[in-house]
């Protein structure tokens, strides 16, 4: 049987993030996309509204949502803003290696902390030798008595300097290379933790982006995640979960661009009727509802089949992030295109949007890297 409709527990969840989104980051989205701060003050109200860790396991002070359920509230989060809902949706990205491989011991412990301290964390896989080539890391945490001594060189890491700990991937036998990445818990109070820079960028500016290198961090041994050499895995299974948020996020930005074009267009008026009269406008608005409502279907099969444990669940994520991204950037495109000069004005938001999604199609993975995921698998 084929439903595509939503339960009520759905339903409330779209509302209580689209009433959040209204709300809090609407009003702030232009704010914030110029001042490049870190939004704390709707980090917070998030954290009251139980829009936080949403996949975390109740038990541990999270939500327990099932990657549909979660792709739901980033739509809405992506309508806001793709930067400030990045700011409450990258602790998922951060958060997952400990909910897949993490013991319970850990799980209890760095779950605990984050939601006590009503903080953030952040995933530090990129390195200046290894973007898309993950297996060209080179940082190092080489065991010690009970400790694993840290060293190493990230770049691009969302949230760094306002992490409450970093999950930093490094390889533990520099010989065996990528097969002995692992992944780690590194608390930002350990000694030996440098940010270097914080990222200048196009879009998405409410999140910050850090260059950190660790000097000798002493990890204590216990913050090892799922055993040596298994850090490859547990990074590719992370974004097998995640890129279908980064999909959701797409989506709702080509749906706010969509919109706020589309009434442009009815109330526009030259040649003494409103644009939307020409065939050529309504044609750009027909095949951005189109798109739109593709990415959507896609989205959704993908993220019902990760929840659903079908076996093409992976190359699905990897279809939808890059389908959503490419969407959501052509969306946006032609939304600055109908408004044409007060659509690249900063007077309204569509031009923001198109610097945002941009990134979304090159983060998690660029798409051209999806696309070698997907056609692998077709060819396999
Ligand atoms: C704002 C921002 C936030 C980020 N947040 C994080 C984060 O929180 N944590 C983290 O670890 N990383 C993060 N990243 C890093 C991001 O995931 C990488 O930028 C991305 O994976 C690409 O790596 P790269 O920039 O080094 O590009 P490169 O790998 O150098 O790629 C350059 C170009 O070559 C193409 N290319 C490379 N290899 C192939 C291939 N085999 N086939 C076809 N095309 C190829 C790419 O698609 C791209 O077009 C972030 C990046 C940015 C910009």
């Given at each position: 049987m084929i439903d595509f409709s939503?339960?009520?527990t759905q339903e409330g969840i779209v509302e209580k993030y689209r009433s959040f989104a209204q709300k809090w980051i609407v009003p702030n989205r232009m704010k914030y996309d110029e001042s490049c701060e870190f939004p704390w003050d709707i980090v917070k109200e998030a954290y009251k509204a139980g829009l936080m860790n949403g996949p975390i396991?109740?038990?541990?002070?999270?939500?327990?949502?099932?990657?549909?359920?979660?792709?739901?509230?980033?739509?809405?989060?992506?309508?806001?803003?793709?930067g400030i809902g990045i700011c409450i949706d990258a602790n998922t990205l951060a958060l997952t290696p400990l909910?897949?491989?993490?013991?319970?011991?850990?799980?209890?412990?760095?779950?605990?902390?984050?939601?006590?301290?009503?903080?953030?964390?952040?995933?530090?896989?990129?390195?200046?030798?290894?973007g898309s080539d993950?297996?060209?890391?080179?940082?190092?945490?080489?065991?010690k008595g009970d400790k694993y001594i840290l060293n190493g060189h990230k770049r691009f890491i969302t949230n760094g300097e306002v992490a409450t700990f970093h999950t930093v991937f490094a390889l533990t036998d520099p010989e065996r290379g990528a097969r002995s990445l692992s992944a780690f818990v590194v608390p930002m109070d350990l000694d030996g933790i440098e940010i270097v820079s914080k990222l200048r960028k196009m879009?998405?500016?409410?999140?910050v982006q850090n260059e950190i290198k660790y000097h000798d961090v002493e990890v204590p041994?216990?913050?090892?995640?799922?055993?040596?050499?298994?850090?490859?895995?547990?990074?590719?299974?992370?974004?097998?979960?995640?890129?279908?948020?980064?999909?959701?996020?797409?989506?709702?930005?080509?749906?706010e661009a969509y919109e706020i074009s589309l009434e442009w267009a009815k109330n526009?008026?030259?040649?003494?009727?409103?644009i939307a009269a020409n065939q050529a406008v309504a044609f750009m608005l027909a095949d951005m509802a189109t798109q739109i409502e593709s990415a959507r279907a896609l989205t959704w099969k993908a993220a019902w089949?990760?929840?659903?444990?079908?076996?093409?669940?992976?190359?699905?994520?990897?279809m939808a992030k890059y389908y959503a991204s490419d969407v959501a950037m052509l969306v946006a495109t032609d939304a600055v295109q109908v408004m044409a000069g007060d659509g690249y004005s900063k007077d309204y938001p569509v031009e923001k949007i198109m610097r945002d999604v941009k990134l979304c199609q090159i983060y998690e993975g660029t798409n051209q890297v999806q696309r070698l995921v997907v056609s692998k698998s077709i060819l396999k």
């Open positions: 939503l339960d009520k396991p109740k038990k541990f002070g999270g939500h327990d949502y099932s990657i549909f359920n979660g792709a739901l509230g980033s739509e809405e989060l992506g309508a806001g803003c793709i909910l897949l491989s993490g013991t319970e011991e850990q799980q209890k412990k760095f779950f605990g902390i984050i939601v006590e301290k009503q903080g953030v964390a952040a995933y530090c896989l990129t390195e200046p030798n290894a993950v297996a060209g890391i080179q940082s190092t945490a080489i065991k879009g998405q500016n409410a999140s041994a216990e913050n090892l995640l799922g055993g040596e050499g298994r850090g490859f895995i547990i990074a590719m299974k992370t974004f097998d979960r995640t890129r279908t948020g980064v999909a959701a996020l797409s989506l709702g930005a080509a749906r526009r008026i030259q040649f003494g009727k409103p089949s990760y929840d659903n444990g079908t076996k093409d669940a992976s190359k699905l994520a990897a």
